[in-house]
Protein backbone atom coordinates (compact mmCIF):
# COMPACT_ATOMS: atom_id res chain seq x y z
CA UNK A 1 0.00 0.00 0.00
CA UNK A 2 3.44 2.01 0.60
CA UNK A 3 5.61 0.90 -1.69
CA UNK A 4 6.05 4.37 -3.29
CA UNK A 5 8.34 5.34 -0.82
CA UNK A 6 10.25 2.06 0.27
CA UNK A 7 12.71 0.08 -1.19
CA UNK A 8 13.04 -2.84 0.92
CA UNK A 9 9.94 -5.67 1.77
CA UNK A 10 8.79 -5.45 5.10
CA UNK A 11 10.78 -7.58 7.23
CA UNK A 12 9.11 -10.79 8.51
CA UNK A 13 9.41 -10.32 12.06
CA UNK A 14 7.72 -6.75 11.85
CA UNK A 15 4.55 -8.00 9.47
CA UNK A 16 4.34 -10.79 12.08
CA UNK A 17 4.94 -8.31 15.27
CA UNK A 18 2.32 -5.48 13.58
CA UNK A 19 0.06 -7.57 12.45
CA UNK A 20 -3.48 -7.44 13.73
CA UNK A 21 -5.72 -9.14 11.04
CA UNK A 22 -5.63 -12.67 13.06
CA UNK A 23 -8.01 -10.61 15.53
CA UNK A 24 -9.41 -7.74 13.62
CA UNK A 25 -11.28 -9.73 10.95
CA UNK A 26 -14.03 -9.95 13.04
CA UNK A 27 -14.75 -6.14 11.80
CA UNK A 28 -15.43 -6.96 8.78
CA UNK A 29 -19.12 -6.23 8.59
CA UNK A 30 -18.76 -3.10 9.87
CA UNK A 31 -15.44 -2.35 7.53
CA UNK A 32 -17.42 -2.87 4.78
CA UNK A 33 -20.59 -1.10 6.03
CA UNK A 34 -18.38 2.30 6.46
CA UNK A 35 -16.54 1.71 3.37
CA UNK A 36 -19.82 1.55 1.26
CA UNK A 37 -21.18 4.84 2.79
CA UNK A 38 -17.87 6.10 2.45
CA UNK A 39 -17.94 5.60 -1.50
CA UNK A 40 -21.70 6.76 -1.88
CA UNK A 41 -20.52 10.20 -0.38
CA UNK A 42 -17.78 10.12 -3.17
CA UNK A 43 -20.56 9.44 -5.28
CA UNK A 44 -22.74 12.58 -4.33
CA UNK A 45 -19.53 14.55 -4.41
CA UNK A 46 -18.90 13.49 -8.21
CA UNK A 47 -15.74 11.17 -7.34
CA UNK A 48 -17.01 8.02 -8.20
CA UNK A 49 -19.16 7.36 -12.00
CA UNK A 50 -22.68 5.53 -10.62
CA UNK A 51 -21.02 2.49 -12.29
CA UNK A 52 -18.05 2.62 -10.08
CA UNK A 53 -19.86 2.79 -6.91
CA UNK A 54 -21.84 -0.22 -8.13
CA UNK A 55 -19.10 -1.77 -8.81
CA UNK A 56 -17.39 -0.98 -5.27
CA UNK A 57 -20.46 -1.67 -3.43
CA UNK A 58 -21.07 -5.13 -5.49
CA UNK A 59 -17.46 -6.01 -4.95
CA UNK A 60 -17.75 -5.28 -1.20
CA UNK A 61 -20.66 -7.49 -0.48
CA UNK A 62 -19.33 -9.95 -2.50
CA UNK A 63 -16.28 -9.79 -0.29
CA UNK A 64 -18.48 -9.52 3.02
CA UNK A 65 -20.30 -13.05 1.50
CA UNK A 66 -17.01 -14.96 1.33
CA UNK A 67 -15.94 -13.98 4.63
CA UNK A 68 -19.48 -15.11 5.76
CA UNK A 69 -19.02 -18.27 4.28
CA UNK A 70 -15.53 -19.03 5.50
CA UNK A 71 -13.87 -18.56 2.03
CA UNK A 72 -11.57 -15.60 1.85
CA UNK A 73 -7.75 -16.07 2.91
CA UNK A 74 -6.78 -13.02 4.87
CA UNK A 75 -2.91 -12.10 4.53
CA UNK A 76 -0.26 -10.69 7.61
CA UNK A 77 1.03 -8.94 4.82
CA UNK A 78 -1.95 -6.82 4.48
CA UNK A 79 -1.48 -6.21 8.13
CA UNK A 80 -5.31 -5.54 8.78
CA UNK A 81 -9.37 -6.13 8.12
CA UNK A 82 -9.26 -2.61 6.63
CA UNK A 83 -6.30 -3.24 3.83
CA UNK A 84 -7.31 -6.77 3.29
CA UNK A 85 -10.70 -6.14 1.98
CA UNK A 86 -9.21 -2.95 0.04
CA UNK A 87 -6.27 -4.62 -1.60
CA UNK A 88 -8.97 -7.61 -2.78
CA UNK A 89 -11.27 -5.37 -3.68
CA UNK A 90 -9.00 -3.74 -6.02
CA UNK A 91 -8.15 -7.53 -7.32
CA UNK A 92 -11.97 -7.95 -8.54
CA UNK A 93 -12.98 -4.54 -9.52
CA UNK A 94 -9.98 -3.30 -10.95
CA UNK A 95 -9.29 0.61 -10.84
CA UNK A 96 -12.27 1.80 -9.16
CA UNK A 97 -11.32 -0.08 -6.15
CA UNK A 98 -8.33 2.25 -5.99
CA UNK A 99 -10.59 4.80 -5.93
CA UNK A 100 -12.02 4.00 -2.42
CA UNK A 101 -9.13 5.27 -0.39
CA UNK A 102 -9.83 8.99 -1.38
CA UNK A 103 -10.45 11.57 1.37
CA UNK A 104 -10.20 8.54 4.15
CA UNK A 105 -7.01 7.18 6.55
CA UNK A 106 -6.80 3.60 8.10
CA UNK A 107 -7.30 6.02 11.32
CA UNK A 108 -10.62 7.26 10.65
CA UNK A 109 -11.32 4.11 9.22
CA UNK A 110 -10.39 1.53 12.28
CA UNK A 111 -12.30 4.50 14.90
CA UNK A 112 -15.37 3.98 13.01
CA UNK A 113 -15.39 0.03 12.38
CA UNK A 114 -14.78 -0.05 16.10
CA UNK A 115 -17.49 2.63 17.02
CA UNK A 116 -20.03 0.35 15.15
CA UNK A 117 -18.66 -3.10 16.33
CA UNK A 118 -18.66 -1.60 20.18
CA UNK A 119 -22.34 0.19 19.30
CA UNK A 120 -23.64 -3.53 18.46
CA UNK A 121 -22.05 -5.26 21.10
CA UNK A 122 -23.37 -2.91 24.07
CA UNK A 123 -26.69 -3.97 22.46
CA UNK A 124 -26.30 -7.41 22.53
CA UNK A 125 -24.50 -7.23 26.42
CA UNK A 126 -27.91 -5.04 27.54
CA UNK A 127 -29.77 -8.08 26.49
CA UNK A 128 -27.94 -10.94 27.95
CA UNK A 129 -28.03 -9.10 31.01
CA UNK A 130 -31.78 -8.90 31.24
CA UNK A 131 -32.17 -12.11 30.57
CA UNK A 132 -30.22 -13.29 33.66
CA UNK A 133 -32.49 -10.39 35.39
CA UNK A 134 -35.70 -12.09 33.95
CA UNK A 135 -34.44 -15.42 35.81
CA UNK A 136 -33.66 -13.87 38.80
CA UNK A 137 -37.02 -12.24 39.35
CA UNK A 138 -38.48 -15.41 38.47
CA UNK A 139 -36.51 -16.91 41.45
CA UNK A 140 -37.08 -13.75 43.62
CA UNK A 141 -40.94 -15.13 43.30
CA UNK A 142 -40.35 -18.61 43.53
CA UNK A 143 -38.89 -17.90 47.08
CA UNK A 144 -40.19 -14.32 48.12
CA UNK A 145 -41.58 -15.58 51.10
CA UNK A 146 -38.09 -18.05 51.51
CA UNK A 147 -36.77 -16.53 54.82
CA UNK A 148 -33.05 -16.44 55.28
CA UNK A 149 -30.47 -15.21 57.67
CA UNK A 150 -29.25 -11.78 56.41
CA UNK A 151 -25.39 -11.39 57.11
CA UNK A 152 -22.58 -8.31 57.81
CA UNK A 153 -19.46 -9.37 58.34
CA UNK A 154 -20.53 -12.87 57.35
CA UNK A 155 -22.21 -13.45 60.91
CA UNK A 156 -25.48 -13.29 61.06
CA UNK A 157 -27.52 -10.24 61.20
CA UNK A 158 -31.46 -9.81 60.25
CA UNK A 159 -33.82 -12.03 58.37
CA UNK A 160 -34.40 -11.16 55.26
CA UNK A 161 -35.80 -13.82 52.10
CA UNK A 162 -34.22 -15.59 49.50
CA UNK A 163 -36.77 -13.44 47.10
CA UNK A 164 -34.60 -9.38 48.75
CA UNK A 165 -31.73 -10.94 48.49
CA UNK A 166 -31.69 -11.84 44.45
CA UNK A 167 -33.38 -8.78 43.64
CA UNK A 168 -30.39 -6.89 45.14
CA UNK A 169 -28.54 -8.30 41.92
CA UNK A 170 -31.16 -7.06 39.80
CA UNK A 171 -31.00 -3.37 41.19
CA UNK A 172 -26.94 -3.69 41.03
CA UNK A 173 -27.49 -5.63 37.09
CA UNK A 174 -29.79 -2.55 36.02
CA UNK A 175 -27.18 0.00 37.20
CA UNK A 176 -25.04 -1.98 34.58
CA UNK A 177 -27.25 -1.16 31.67
CA UNK A 178 -28.10 2.28 32.43
CA UNK A 179 -24.09 2.67 32.29
CA UNK A 180 -24.10 0.68 29.03
CA UNK A 181 -26.95 3.01 27.43
CA UNK A 182 -25.34 5.88 28.65
CA UNK A 183 -21.88 4.56 27.05
CA UNK A 184 -23.83 3.82 23.98
CA UNK A 185 -25.35 7.21 23.40
CA UNK A 186 -21.61 8.29 23.91
CA UNK A 187 -20.11 6.18 21.88
CA UNK A 188 -22.38 6.95 18.73
CA UNK A 189 -20.61 9.41 17.25
CA UNK A 190 -19.14 9.13 13.86
CA UNK A 191 -15.44 9.86 13.36
CA UNK A 192 -15.29 9.06 9.43
CA UNK A 193 -13.89 12.17 7.72
CA UNK A 194 -11.28 13.15 9.94
CA UNK A 195 -9.25 11.49 7.78
CA UNK A 196 -5.27 10.35 9.16
CA UNK A 197 -5.74 13.70 11.48
CA UNK A 198 -6.57 16.80 9.63
CA UNK A 199 -9.45 15.80 7.70
CA UNK A 200 -9.12 15.95 3.88
CA UNK A 201 -9.37 19.10 1.51
CA UNK A 202 -11.60 16.62 -0.21
CA UNK A 203 -14.96 17.63 1.16
CA UNK A 204 -17.07 14.35 1.58
CA UNK A 205 -20.83 15.00 2.99
CA UNK A 206 -19.79 13.43 6.92
CA UNK A 207 -23.17 14.17 7.73
CA UNK A 208 -24.93 11.72 4.94
CA UNK A 209 -22.31 9.26 5.90
CA UNK A 210 -23.40 9.14 9.16
CA UNK A 211 -26.91 8.96 8.99
CA UNK A 212 -26.40 6.06 6.19
CA UNK A 213 -24.54 4.30 9.47
CA UNK A 214 -26.68 5.47 12.20
CA UNK A 215 -24.69 7.40 13.84
CA UNK A 216 -25.78 9.83 16.28
CA UNK A 217 -23.76 12.78 15.00
CA UNK A 218 -20.30 13.47 13.47
CA UNK A 219 -17.27 13.95 15.58
CA UNK A 220 -16.50 17.55 15.89
CA UNK A 221 -12.57 17.55 15.96
CA UNK A 222 -10.83 15.49 14.15
CA UNK A 223 -7.32 15.28 16.05
CA UNK A 224 -10.05 13.83 18.69
CA UNK A 225 -11.69 11.94 17.25
CA UNK A 226 -9.20 9.56 15.33
CA UNK A 227 -7.32 8.86 18.86
CA UNK A 228 -10.43 8.45 21.42
CA UNK A 229 -10.69 5.81 22.57
CA UNK A 230 -12.60 6.50 25.91
CA UNK A 231 -15.22 4.51 24.73
CA UNK A 232 -13.37 1.63 25.04
CA UNK A 233 -12.49 2.57 28.53
CA UNK A 234 -15.42 2.87 29.33
CA UNK A 235 -16.59 -0.36 28.07
CA UNK A 236 -14.19 -2.07 29.73
CA UNK A 237 -14.85 -0.51 33.17
CA UNK A 238 -18.57 -1.18 32.63
CA UNK A 239 -17.84 -4.81 32.43
CA UNK A 240 -15.51 -5.23 35.22
CA UNK A 241 -17.78 -4.10 37.21
CA UNK A 242 -20.48 -6.27 35.79
CA UNK A 243 -18.20 -8.93 36.33
CA UNK A 244 -17.69 -8.10 39.57
CA UNK A 245 -21.36 -8.40 40.32
CA UNK A 246 -21.12 -10.99 38.87
CA UNK A 247 -18.17 -12.61 41.09
CA UNK A 248 -20.60 -11.43 44.32
CA UNK A 249 -23.29 -13.08 43.37
CA UNK A 250 -20.54 -16.21 42.49
CA UNK A 251 -19.44 -15.75 45.91
CA UNK A 252 -23.22 -16.09 47.47
CA UNK A 253 -23.92 -19.03 45.49
CA UNK A 254 -20.55 -21.09 46.43
CA UNK A 255 -21.57 -20.13 50.15
CA UNK A 256 -24.59 -21.39 49.71
CA UNK A 257 -24.04 -24.44 47.87
CA UNK A 258 -21.33 -25.60 50.63
CA UNK A 259 -22.13 -28.56 53.10
CA UNK A 260 -22.02 -25.73 56.17
CA UNK A 261 -24.35 -23.27 54.47
CA UNK A 262 -26.28 -25.93 52.43
CA UNK A 263 -28.99 -22.92 51.58
CA UNK A 264 -28.91 -23.95 47.73
CA UNK A 265 -28.42 -26.94 44.91
CA UNK A 266 -26.99 -26.50 41.91
CA UNK A 267 -28.01 -28.58 39.04
CA UNK A 268 -25.55 -31.71 37.45
CA UNK A 269 -25.65 -30.24 34.85
CA UNK A 270 -23.88 -27.07 35.81
CA UNK A 271 -22.04 -28.63 38.53
CA UNK A 272 -18.57 -30.83 38.06
CA UNK A 273 -17.12 -33.63 39.96
CA UNK A 274 -13.83 -34.43 41.54
CA UNK A 275 -11.25 -36.89 39.57
CA UNK A 276 -10.30 -38.44 42.75
CA UNK A 277 -13.09 -37.75 45.76
CA UNK A 278 -15.82 -39.82 44.30
CA UNK A 279 -18.41 -37.20 46.89
CA UNK A 280 -17.62 -34.20 45.16
CA UNK A 281 -20.27 -31.83 43.27
CA UNK A 282 -18.50 -28.65 42.72
CA UNK A 283 -19.53 -25.28 41.83
CA UNK A 284 -16.97 -24.72 39.13
CA UNK A 285 -19.03 -22.09 37.12
CA UNK A 286 -19.38 -20.01 40.29
CA UNK A 287 -15.79 -20.05 40.50
CA UNK A 288 -15.17 -19.69 37.10
CA UNK A 289 -16.88 -16.54 36.79
CA UNK A 290 -15.22 -15.08 40.35
CA UNK A 291 -11.94 -15.60 38.33
CA UNK A 292 -13.01 -13.96 35.30
CA UNK A 293 -13.78 -10.91 36.25
CA UNK A 294 -10.25 -10.88 37.55
CA UNK A 295 -9.18 -11.23 33.67
CA UNK A 296 -12.13 -8.38 32.90
CA UNK A 297 -9.91 -6.14 35.49
CA UNK A 298 -6.20 -6.83 33.53
CA UNK A 299 -8.28 -5.67 30.10
CA UNK A 300 -9.30 -2.22 31.78
CA UNK A 301 -5.87 -2.22 32.71
CA UNK A 302 -4.49 -2.74 29.66
CA UNK A 303 -6.51 -0.28 27.31
CA UNK A 304 -6.08 2.60 30.68
CA UNK A 305 -2.14 1.70 30.25
CA UNK A 306 -1.76 1.78 26.64
CA UNK A 307 -3.66 5.45 25.91
CA UNK A 308 -2.22 7.12 28.97
CA UNK A 309 1.10 8.24 27.57
CA UNK A 310 -0.04 9.24 23.94
CA UNK A 311 0.79 12.44 22.41
CA UNK A 312 -1.92 13.11 19.90
CA UNK A 313 -3.02 11.96 17.34
CA UNK A 314 -2.36 8.23 16.04
CA UNK A 315 0.18 5.89 17.56
CA UNK A 316 0.09 2.43 16.68
CA UNK A 317 0.19 1.51 20.15
CA UNK A 318 -3.56 2.34 19.80
CA UNK A 319 -4.13 -0.88 18.16
CA UNK A 320 -3.53 -2.75 21.43
CA UNK A 321 -7.01 -1.68 22.29
CA UNK A 322 -8.83 -4.39 20.17
CA UNK A 323 -7.53 -7.57 21.89
CA UNK A 324 -8.29 -6.57 25.53
CA UNK A 325 -12.05 -5.33 24.20
CA UNK A 326 -12.46 -8.49 22.14
CA UNK A 327 -11.40 -10.96 24.94
CA UNK A 328 -14.26 -8.49 27.68
CA UNK A 329 -16.43 -8.60 25.10
CA UNK A 330 -16.04 -12.69 24.83
CA UNK A 331 -15.56 -13.06 28.56
CA UNK A 332 -18.74 -11.41 29.53
CA UNK A 333 -21.21 -12.44 26.89
CA UNK A 334 -20.33 -16.29 27.95
CA UNK A 335 -20.66 -15.34 31.80
CA UNK A 336 -23.64 -13.99 31.31
CA UNK A 337 -25.04 -16.83 29.38
CA UNK A 338 -23.88 -19.47 31.50
CA UNK A 339 -24.92 -17.84 34.51
CA UNK A 340 -28.53 -16.99 33.56
CA UNK A 341 -28.87 -20.76 32.25
CA UNK A 342 -27.28 -21.94 36.01
CA UNK A 343 -29.69 -20.13 38.29
CA UNK A 344 -32.29 -21.40 36.14
CA UNK A 345 -32.31 -24.54 37.28
CA UNK A 346 -30.73 -23.42 41.21
CA UNK A 347 -33.29 -24.65 43.45
CA UNK A 348 -33.36 -23.17 47.03
CA UNK A 349 -33.71 -25.40 50.35
CA UNK A 350 -36.32 -23.69 52.01
CA UNK A 351 -35.81 -25.38 55.30
CA UNK A 352 -32.26 -25.21 55.77
CA UNK A 353 -32.45 -21.58 55.22
CA UNK A 354 -35.78 -21.65 57.55
CA UNK A 355 -33.66 -23.39 59.79
CA UNK A 356 -30.72 -20.86 59.99
CA UNK A 357 -32.97 -18.33 59.93
CA UNK A 358 -34.70 -19.15 62.98
CA UNK A 359 -32.34 -18.57 65.29
CA UNK A 360 -33.54 -15.55 67.99
CA UNK A 361 -30.45 -13.46 68.07
CA UNK A 362 -31.38 -12.23 64.46
CA UNK A 363 -34.55 -10.64 66.31
CA UNK A 364 -32.13 -8.57 68.78
CA UNK A 365 -32.50 -6.02 66.72
CA UNK A 366 -36.08 -6.22 67.00
CA UNK A 367 -36.45 -6.78 70.81
CA UNK A 368 -34.61 -3.33 70.96
CA UNK A 369 -37.37 -1.62 68.58
CA UNK A 370 -39.90 -3.06 70.75
CA UNK A 371 -38.51 -1.46 73.65
CA UNK A 372 -37.66 2.13 71.77
CA UNK A 373 -41.59 1.82 70.42
CA UNK A 374 -42.29 1.45 74.58
CA UNK A 375 -40.31 4.76 75.55
CA UNK A 376 -36.87 3.64 75.97
CA UNK A 377 -33.99 5.84 74.13
CA UNK A 378 -32.67 3.33 71.26
CA UNK A 379 -29.03 3.75 73.17
CA UNK A 380 -30.26 2.41 76.43
CA UNK A 381 -32.71 0.05 74.26
CA UNK A 382 -29.44 -1.23 72.49
CA UNK A 383 -27.87 -2.33 76.06
CA UNK A 384 -31.06 -3.64 77.90
CA UNK A 385 -30.76 -6.18 74.52
CA UNK A 386 -26.82 -6.80 74.95
CA UNK A 387 -27.63 -7.52 78.81
CA UNK A 388 -30.43 -10.32 77.91
CA UNK A 389 -28.05 -11.46 74.61
CA UNK A 390 -24.95 -12.06 77.24
CA UNK A 391 -27.54 -13.64 79.55
CA UNK A 392 -28.16 -16.11 77.18
CA UNK A 393 -24.63 -16.45 76.17
CA UNK A 394 -24.21 -17.58 79.26
CA UNK A 395 -26.96 -19.78 80.54
CA UNK A 396 -26.94 -21.22 77.24
CA UNK A 397 -31.09 -20.35 77.26
CA UNK A 398 -31.77 -19.35 74.15
CA UNK A 399 -32.95 -15.90 73.77
CA UNK A 400 -36.63 -15.59 72.73
CA UNK A 401 -36.83 -18.12 76.18
CA UNK A 402 -35.08 -16.31 78.56
CA UNK A 403 -36.87 -14.83 81.39
CA UNK A 404 -36.63 -11.42 80.35
CA UNK A 405 -38.51 -9.16 82.91
CA UNK A 406 -35.37 -10.07 84.86
CA UNK A 407 -32.93 -8.80 82.67
CA UNK A 408 -35.01 -5.09 82.98
CA UNK A 409 -38.62 -4.37 84.15
CA UNK A 410 -38.71 -2.38 80.73
CA UNK A 411 -39.39 -6.10 79.39
CA UNK A 412 -42.92 -6.59 79.67
CA UNK A 413 -44.73 -9.75 78.94
CA UNK A 414 -46.01 -9.40 75.18
CA UNK A 415 -41.68 -8.89 74.29
CA UNK A 416 -42.01 -12.42 73.39
CA UNK A 417 -43.95 -11.60 70.71
CA UNK A 418 -40.92 -9.98 69.07
CA UNK A 419 -39.66 -13.54 68.33
CA UNK A 420 -42.33 -14.69 65.29
CA UNK A 421 -40.23 -14.50 62.08
CA UNK A 422 -43.37 -14.22 59.88
CA UNK A 423 -44.19 -10.82 62.16
CA UNK A 424 -40.81 -9.79 62.26
CA UNK A 425 -40.93 -9.91 58.43
CA UNK A 426 -43.69 -8.59 57.60
CA UNK A 427 -43.31 -5.65 59.74
CA UNK A 428 -40.28 -4.42 57.61
CA UNK A 429 -42.75 -2.29 55.24
CA UNK A 430 -40.62 0.71 54.63
CA UNK A 431 -39.84 1.59 51.16
CA UNK A 432 -36.96 -0.68 50.16
CA UNK A 433 -37.17 -3.24 53.36
CA UNK A 434 -37.61 -6.82 53.03
CA UNK A 435 -41.35 -7.33 53.49
CA UNK A 436 -43.02 -10.52 51.74
CA UNK A 437 -45.41 -7.72 50.01
CA UNK A 438 -42.66 -5.21 49.19
CA UNK A 439 -40.81 -7.85 47.30
CA UNK A 440 -43.41 -8.86 45.45
CA UNK A 441 -44.35 -5.28 44.63
CA UNK A 442 -40.58 -4.56 43.43
CA UNK A 443 -40.88 -7.89 41.49
CA UNK A 444 -43.70 -6.07 39.50
CA UNK A 445 -42.00 -3.21 39.38
CA UNK A 446 -38.48 -4.60 38.33
CA UNK A 447 -40.30 -6.79 35.35
CA UNK A 448 -41.84 -3.30 34.42
CA UNK A 449 -38.37 -1.51 34.31
CA UNK A 450 -35.58 -3.98 33.22
N1 LIG B 1 -4.71 -1.83 12.43
C1 LIG B 1 -4.61 -0.46 12.82
C2 LIG B 1 -5.20 -0.27 14.23
O1 LIG B 1 -5.91 -1.11 14.64
C3 LIG B 1 -5.38 0.41 11.86
C4 LIG B 1 -4.88 1.82 11.80
C5 LIG B 1 -3.51 1.84 11.25
N2 LIG B 1 -3.06 3.18 11.02
C6 LIG B 1 -1.79 3.44 10.81
N3 LIG B 1 -1.50 4.68 10.61
N4 LIG B 1 -0.86 2.54 10.81
O2 LIG B 1 -4.96 0.69 14.90
Given amino acids: MWKGRFQKATADLVQQFGESISYDWRLYKHDIAGSIAHARAQLTAGLLTQQEFDDIEKGLREIEADIDAGNFEFSIALEDIHMNIESE ?21 VATDTRLYCREQVGNIIELITQLQTVLLNKAE ?34 DKSRLHGCRKRLNVCPLGSGALAGSTINLD ?52 SSEFGFATLSDAHTTGSSLMPQKKNPDVCEITRGKTGRLYGNLTAI ?41 DMEINVDTCLAAASDPLLLATDLADYLVKNGVPFRQAHELVGLAVAESAKSGIPLDQLDLSKVSSEYKPDAKDVFSLATALKARTNPGAPS ?9 RLREKI
Fill in 206 to 257: RHAIAAELEFSDVTHNSMDAISDRDYIAEMLFIFSLCGAHLSRLSEDLILWC
Fill in 304 to 344: LTAIKGLPLTYNRDLQEDKEPLFDSIDTIDLTLRVNTEMIA
Fill in 436 to 444: PENVRKEIQ
Fill in 142 to 175: QYAEAVVPGYTHLQRGQPVTIGHHLLAYVEMFQR
Fill in 89 to 109: LTKRIGAAGGKLHTARSRNDQ
